[in-house]
């Protein structure tokens, strides 16, 4: 028994460690920042719930909104195959936007009078959380490129990688990358347990004093994607003297540091399609045209699919068939809505989860999904996508069982059998706990064949256009999460804020008929996605 432990930790995290480079460590670092980037959720969360008077369907329409600059990914990541030289200023730009949104906030939360003399503080966070996205997709797309240049093409002798050697690493430095990306949301959460230790019994203005430090706190991640950047520079002169000691001149050393095998050519499909989609969306975003998220999603989803069918051309037509059943599953699972932020409310209002308890919560739930990456490591590894996403489904389904149930009681039924250990809080932590290392599983495989398989001149597009198509299917998800806010109504009281008179009232009576439409949509249509793409004879990694 002590044996077969001992092999599992060997081969499931020693051997990770073991297959580390240090020339992986450069991505790394800007994925932490994204993983960081989770640090002003639960601020978030109470800021808008306690300080601006936004429904559940906008901030679900919100959301739409937000995740359209990852649709963007496809046209910068071909601008970084374009501009390889110079990806380090997209890095620093996004990094800037990063810096704005965060500095609005802290603005909009200690200076509230002062922003909203200039426009209002609903404006301001509209502004605040359309930045924030486009800092990120910028830094995500330098750093999926980045992982594929990470992989070195040749051994410590100068010779190049074998085949096996090359899918070995990118795997590996795709399963560091989800590493890097919970173990940063594993940091904030700590972060969040000890900035909000005993803040349940604080009076209000030291409440909005915590938040105003927990966003000074969020600017060091713009400034860990930069060190990220400045790592990379660094570590490229080191490869060029060592290269230059085993004897290879200096146009050798500069094309296999700096150039890709094969030169990157502007694919005008992609930048024209872009700029198409770009004016679309700011034109239609502008005038508040009746169904316009759902006219831009339709356009995203022509666009980045026609994109697809290009890039599809530059594999074999098996790897093609391989790929494309793969994003169709994928975009189905995550396509699947939420309950949106009225379960969030009702579980503040009504089961009393304060700041402090939020943020032990979610330490609990980057601890275990960090776990989970190492837990699961073979099962990603030897299972195909179909049967991680039949798994995922079916425990997903099982997992919002305990939520469902405690809006009709179950918690109280619980409490009364148990003496008051099994409460509400009790079976949040345990579903956590549960549901918490399946969260980053159908991810890996996936980003590991895309890296393996991306052409060496296209590696930064190749991603951007398979990610915009996987990272739409998010979008999909907060049209489907609207929708069911507008059919099941949830409110939570909303006063104002000069007169403190009431005018929203707390309103849960539809959340449960919500979680329950939430739960058969997520188990019904991953696996009809699976079927059909069976059915024409599509296949999955």
Excluded: C
């Amino acid at each position: 028994m002590t044996h077969a432990l001992f092999r599992w930790f060997d081969r499931n995290i020693l051997e990770l460690s073991r297959e580390m480079r240090l020339s992986y460590l450069p991505p790394l670092m800007v994925y932490v920042a994204a993983g960081v980037s989770g640090l002003t959720g639960i601020v978030g969360t109470f800021f808008v719930k306690d300080y601006l008077g936004l429904s559940a369907a906008f901030l679900a329409a919100l959301g739409f909104w937000a995740g359209i600059p990852w649709a963007l990914k496809m046209p910068i990541g071909h601008l970084v195959d374009l501009w390889w030289r110079h990806k380090a200023g997209l890095v620093y730009l996004g990094a800037s936007l990063i810096a704005a949104s965060l500095v609005i906030m802290i603005g909009l939360i200690s200076r509230p009078d002062e922003m909203r003399a200039v426009m209002s503080a609903e404006a301001w966070f509209v502004l605040s959380t359309l930045l924030a996205p486009l800092g990120y997709v910028m830094q995500d797309a330098v750093a999926d490129a980045m992982t594929v240049e990470a992989v070195p093409r040749i051994d410590a002798e100068g010779r190049p990688q074998t085949p096996e050697a090359l899918r070995l690493m990118h795997t590996t430095m795709q399963m560091l990358g989800r590493v890097a990306i919970i173990g940063g949301t594993v940091l904030v959460s700590l972060a969040n347990v000890v900035m909000f230790q005993g803040a349940e019994t604080l009076p209000e203005a030291a409440k909005v004093a915590i938040y105003v430090r927990i966003y000074e706190l969020a600017l060091v991640i713009p400034l860990l994607s930069i060190s990220g950047v400045i790592l990379a520079s660094a570590l490229k002169r080191r490869e060029a003297r060592r290269l230059a000691a085993l004897g290879h001149g200096r146009d050798e050393i500069e094309r296999l540091i700096h150039v890709p095998e094969d030169a990157t050519s502007p694919n005008w499909w992609i930048l024209g399609g872009s700029a198409v989609f770009v004016a679309l969306t700011l034109s239609v975003g502008l005038s508040g045209v009746e169904y316009g998220q759902e006219l831009i999603f339709a356009a995203s989803f022509g666009i980045i699919g026609f994109m697809i069918m290009k890039l599809l051309r530059e594999l074999s037509p098996e790897a093609a068939r391989t790929l494309l059943g793969t994003v169709i599953v994928i975009f189905v699972f995550r396509a699947m809505p939420t309950a949106g932020a009225g379960a969030s409310w009702w579980m503040i209002d009504e089961l009393g989860f304060d700041q402090s308890f939020l943020s032990r919560l979610d330490l609990i739930t980057s601890t275990l999904t960090l776990a989970g990456l190492f837990l699961f490591r073979r099962f990603m590894a030897e299972k195909s996508i179909v049967q991680i996403v039949i798994f995922l489904t079916i425990a997903a389904t099982l997992l919002s069982a305990p939520i469902v149930g405690m809006y009709y009681g179950l918690h109280e039924w619980t409490a009364r059998l148990t003496g008051g250990i099994v409460d509400a809080r009790f079976i949040a932590i345990a579903n956590t706990a549960l549901e918490s290392p399946l969260g980053q599983v159908s991810m890996v495989p996936m980003l590991a064949w895309i890296a393996n398989s991306a052409p060496p001149h296209l590696k930064a597009t190749f991603f951007a256009v398979m990610a915009s198509f996987t990272n739409l299917a998010l979008s999909a998800a907060q049209l489907g999460t609207k929708y069911l806010n507008q059919l099941y109504i949830v409110t939570r009281e909303v006063r104002d804020a000069a007169t403190g008179a009431l005018t929203v009232a707390a309103d849960y009576s539809q959340l449960g008929t919500l979680l329950i439409a939430v739960t058969v949509i997520g188990f019904s249509l991953p696996l009809l996605a699976i079927a059909m793409t069976r059915l024409f004879g599509l296949r999955s990694v």
